[in-house]
């Protein structure tokens, strides 16, 4: 006799056992953990970690956002002021403009945004 098992993942989140959409993983503290989400929850988990991604490096080598080679140039594009103006007139601008930037290291998406956005 045949038989068949089917395993339903259901939303951690949703007490109404709503269909998960998705497992999440993540590591915090040296912990790894795992979850499933069902849309709702999803866009929920996605805007909530949308800042601190956008202001990570990604572990072990990985890089903090992957991008297709369909969208790679015209991510690069958006990033003109950098090649154009480069990190110490990026630097001016900020100090001039109320930013607390350091002298040395990575400048902030934060200044970046902004720059690009008065600079464009």
């Keep these: ?3 068949k ?3 339903v ?3 951690d989140l949703d007490e109404d056992e709503v269909p998960a959409v998705q497992t999440v993983t993540f590591g915090y503290d040296g912990s790894n953990y795992a979850f499933e989400l069902c849309e709702q929850h999803m866009e929920e988990v996605t805007e909530l970690f949308s800042h601190w991604m956008s202001v990570a490096r990604g572990a072990n080598g990985a890089t903090r956002r992957r991008r297709s080679v369909a969208t790679a140039p015209a991510a690069r594009s958006r990033r003109g002021p950098v090649s154009t103006g480069g990190t110490s007139d990026i630097r001016e601008w900020a100090r ?3 930013f607390s930037v350091s002298a040395r290291g990575r400048i902030p ?3 970046r945004r902004a ?3 008065a600079n464009a």
């Design 9 to 11: 993942l259901t939303c």
């Design 1 to 3: 006799m045949a038989q």
């Design 115 to 117: 720059y690009d956005e």
């Design 96 to 98: 001039n403009h109320g």
């Design 109 to 111: 998406a934060e200044v």
């Design 5 to 7: 098992v089917q395993v």
